[in-house]
């Protein structure tokens, strides 16, 4: 009797005579090969996966080690290496982060400007502050593996009203981070770090401090979005290139949280 489904009232296997009966079984060795081929990977598919998204952030912190080693080397000669790389990075920061689809070149173009900003202002702190680039490192890859440990684990999730006190934090830092530079700029206040420098009336304790370890746990927080992106990202199956949008994400926490650290230490130091 023939079937109803347009579908399969087309299709040849499903109407010819004794076609049940001439289908092809599989043999064991047929049945071997298919379980010993390679799984769909990303370039199979186009979606996104862990697997991809890790390839690529390796990829970018591989452009910014290199580039650092080359701003290290680099700033004794070019005192203004660091600052032309914090620049070219913000700028490149903006355009990725307001970029509808990421683009790997300028995501790779970031990573490097970075390397070089990162490069040679640890070469100046090294010089001012010595071990302190050692100590900001370790803490750094600290931070990290605890803040991925705690995420993997389920311990540690973003939600929505975390992330609306985050927000309103960064706001505040940010606004406070201009008007320190204001302030340095102008001469406004003395030190280093400008306010960050100055005790907490009544205390021994250094403003930038507190502002410091404020910004570390900001910047976890950041680590625990970003790697919430990438979760819901391979969950629903998004298109392969937005691994790139993870790693450029990770990187540019990774840099803000390296760099805070660095001015904590130096701080401490003091």
Known sequence: MATSNPAFSRNPAFNAPGALATTKTLSEDDLQQMYNAPSAGAQDTDRMTYEDTIAKTALCF?????????????????????????IVGLVLGLVNTFKKEPSPGLIVGYAAAEGLFVGGISFIFEQMWGGVVVQAVLATLVVVGVTLALFKSGKIRASKKATKVFLIAM?????????????????????AFGMRSQDIPGTSIPFGVVIGLLAVVMAAYSLVLDFDFIQRGVTNRAPRKFAWSGAFGIMVTVVWLYVELLRLFAILRD
Do not use: D, E, K
């Not at 940010?174 to 530079?181: A, D, E, G, P, T």
């Open 62 to 86: 591989a452009v910014l080690v290199v580039a650092a080693v080359v701003g290290w080397m680099l700033t004794p000669a070019v005192p203004a290496l660091p600052m032309i790389g914090a």
């Open 171 to 191: 706001v505040g830092y940010l606004v406070f981070s201009l008007i320190n530079v204001g302030m340095m700029v102008f001469g406004g206040t003395s030190g």
